[in-house]
Each structure stands twice: as C-alpha cells, then as structure tokens.
C-alpha cells in the first residue's frame, strides 16, 4: 500500500507563490506516473499537471500552463507543484496522484491513478 503525504497549502494572495510536495511511502514511487488534482467543494476533481516516472514527460491544464510546474525527485520519493502567479481561481484541495500499473487512461483521467493523498488546501485571496 502506497502512502502519500502532500504538503505546502496554504493562504497567499493573488500574484503570489506556493510549493506544493507529496511524499511516497514506497521505494517503487521511480517507476510511477504522478498526477497532481484539484477540487472545488461541489465539484469533481479537476487535472492539473502529471509528470511519467522518469520525470522526461510533463502535461499541464490549460487552466495553469505557464504557471505551474511539476517535478519530481525519485532519489527522495517526492514529487512537486511549483505554483506561480496564482489567482482566486486556483483556489481548491490538492491531491497528488499515483498510477502504480500502467494502464491505457488519459492522464487527465482520475481513473488513471492508483493511490492518492489526502489534500491539502490551497486559498488564493484577491
């Protein structure tokens, strides 16, 4: 069983920066896709960015490209969300996301991914 643990919410004003981390319990975290999510109370959860196991691939919402940016560091289990220039509408939980088997799912698709951590609250005020 893999655990993620995120870490780094929290309240910034708009224009400002966070650094998002989710920490994987697992030694096997290197040879995972990742994803990072959001949600809205009331709404489902959202793609933000992903990143393959080797770090060489990323993809990003149209929403946060230019903005966002996801790496990851397998030597410490770790994945990341620099989040730059940020606006109310950024405003929502994040998840990190784990696909342990690949499977033939859009990484847009929350489907996709295996494990996922318990979020932490990002709020964005004007």
């Known amino acids: 069983q893999v655990q993620l643990v995120e870490s780094g919410g929290g309240l910034v004003q708009a224009g400002g920066s966070l650094r998002l981390s989710c920490a994987a319990s697992e030694r096997t975290f290197s040879s995972y896709a990742m994803g990072w999510f959001r949600q809205d109370p009331g709404k489902e959860r959202e793609f933000v960015a992903a990143?393959?196991?080797?770090?060489?691939?990323?993809y990003y919402a149209d929403s946060v490209k230019g903005r966002f940016t996801i790496s990851r560091d397998n030597a410490k289990n770790t994945v990341y969300l620099q989040m730059n220039s940020l606006e109310p509408e950024d405003t929502a939980v994040y998840y990190c996301?784990?696909?342990?088997?690949?499977?033939?799912?859009?990484?847009?698709?929350?489907?996709?991914?295996?494990?996922w951590g318990q979020g932490t609250q990002v709020t964005v005020s004007s």
């Open positions: 990143i393959s196991w080797s770090g060489g691939r990323t």
């Open positions: 996301a784990a696909e342990s088997v690949p499977r033939g799912v859009s990484h847009t698709q929350p489907v996709k991914y295996d494990y």
